[in-house]
């Protein structure tokens, strides 16, 4: 059950930044660098893991959820550079 709250809350972390950052190049820039220096947290979640739940499986999806993270934070560091500052929106 931790194993799956895990990779559910590592893929809505996921959802929610990109889209809530969509047409700011700088937002995503931002949201970019915090979710790859996300991965720093990996000791802390770690101890707490294995504390709840001492089973190698709970530690892999551990793994795979801040790598989960780390790949989203480089994609969303590449739009960021490609992407312009502010959206124009025409209202008519």
Do not use: A
């Not at 931002?30 to 947290?41: D, K, Q, R």
């Not at 959820?65 to 992407?83: A, D, N, P, Q, Y």
Request: glycine share 6%; no cysteine.
């Amino acid at each position: 059950m931790l194993n799956v709250i895990l990779l559910i809350l590592s893929l809505v972390i996921v959802y929610f930044s990109f889209q809530l950052t969509v047409g700011n190049g700088m937002n995503r820039l931002i949201i970019g660098i915090v979710l790859i220096l996300s991965i720093f947290t990996y000791p802390l979640t770690f101890t707490f893991i294995i504390e709840i739940k001492p089973e190698m499986d709970s530690v892999g999806f551990l793994i795979l959820s801040h790598l989960i993270l780390l790949l989203s934070g480089i994609i969303e560091v590449v739009l960021g550079v490609f992407t312009k500052n502010k959206l124009n929106k025409t209202i008519k």
